[in-house]
T-cell receptor, first 112, second 115 residues
Framework: GESVGLHLPTLSVQEGDNSIINCAYS??????FIWYKQESGKGPQFIID?????DKRQGQRVTVLLNKTVKHLSLQIAATQPGDSAVYFC???????????FGTGTKLQVIP | GAVVSQHPSRVICKSGTSVKIECRSL??????MFWYRQFPKQSLMLMAT?????????EQGVEKDKFLINHASLTLSTLTVTSAHPEDSSFYIC???????????FGQGTRLTVV
């Protein structure tokens, strides 16, 4: 049968508050990082990306921070809305056009 | 962003039969497509990377004779689950990368249930 499901870590935030989702990556050679949002029963949706020569990138309501020293990535969502409720994954890309591998994911629950 | 279409979105098949899943890039050409599977409450696990016109590269532990991947054109890759068993039931997701690009776009996924 299927593998026993692991429980995703869950972050609960009040509507209107800011959310910070963290991710540790493993490969020091990774040169490109992406945050994806996945709603139930759907494929991942691109949110924002950052290359390894940057430490911060901002989009609309979202900011990604990259700390290569400790191999840490974070996603900040400003003024969190109920529509932001989903599972968020960080992903890393190594060596140009090679594979994109995903982190474990965090479930974001927005409390109205 | 670019659109990746995956078909079917849901499929139920009998144990022992084969199922084909299609992944199409609708408005761009994709030299590289990726196939993932995802179990409930888990992350996406990369199964294989397929490059147009060449054999797919499978991740460790993924049986290439069971999960047949064909990437015959720049807009279409297929995954065939052969002799499916109930343990193959999962959510299968493809993604496509634009030519000379880094960003990968994802299909909507296929829910496979083997009974």
């Amino acid at each position: 049968g299927e593998s026993v499901g692991l429980h995703l870590p869950t972050l609960s935030v009040q509507e209107g508050d800011n959310s910070i989702i963290n991710c540790a990556y493993s490969n020091s050679a990774s040169d490109y990082f992406i945050w994806y949002k996945q709603e139930s029963g759907k494929g991942p949706q691109f949110i924002i990306d950052i290359r390894s020569n940057m430490d911060k990138r901002q989009g609309q309501r979202v900011t990604v921070l990259l700390n290569k020293t400790v191999k840490h990535l974070s996603l900040q969502i400003a003024a969190t809305q109920p529509g932001d409720s989903a599972v968020y994954f960080c992903a890393e890309n190594s060596g140009g056009y090679q594979k994109v591998t995903f982190g474990t994911g965090t479930k974001l629950q927005v409390i109205p | 962003g670019a659109v990746v279409s995956q078909h079917p979105s849901r499929v139920i098949c009998k144990s022992g039969t084969s199922v084909k899943i299609e992944c199409r890039s609708l408005d761009f050409q994709a030299t590289t497509m990726f196939w993932y599977r995802q179990f409930p409450k888990q992350s996406l696990m990369l199964m294989a990377t397929s490059n147009e016109g060449s054999k797919a590269t499978y991740e460790q532990g993924v049986e290439k004779d069971k999960f047949l991947i064909n990437h015959a054109s720049l807009t279409l890759s297929t995954l065939t689950v052969t002799s499916a068993h109930p343990e193959d039931s999962s959510f299968y997701i493809c993604s496509a990368r634009v030519v000379a690009g880094l960003e990968a776009f994802f299909g909507q996924g296929t829910r496979l249930t083997v009974v």
